[in-house]
């Protein structure tokens, strides 16, 4: 029973993350580091980065449809005078 006992925690040991360790050591939970750089956006007020664009290549083409499609609800050609 012993035995069987030890060997249980030396596993959970080599299978422990880090989220586990730290909260049994009582430190509290690692903090992400985010970091934009300033020169990474394309207008300083947009938070739009120039990486992230390149993550999702195909917002853009979203982007279009949707305004075609928000043109042609809202009558299209025949709508301009």
Request: hydrophobic share 45%; net charge positive.
């Amino acid at each position: 029973m012993n035995l069987i006992f030890i060997i249980n925690k030396l596993i959970n040991l080599n299978i422990m993350g880090e989220a586990k360790r730290r909260e049994e050591l009582g430190l509290p939970p690692r903090q992400k580091k985010v970091e934009i750089n300033k020169s990474d956006r394309y207008f300083p007020w947009l938070p739009i980065t120039k990486s992230r664009v390149k993550k999702y290549p195909y917002m853009g083409v979203a982007t279009m449809a949707l305004g075609a499609i928000i043109f042609l609800v809202s009558g299209g050609a025949n709508s301009i005078n």
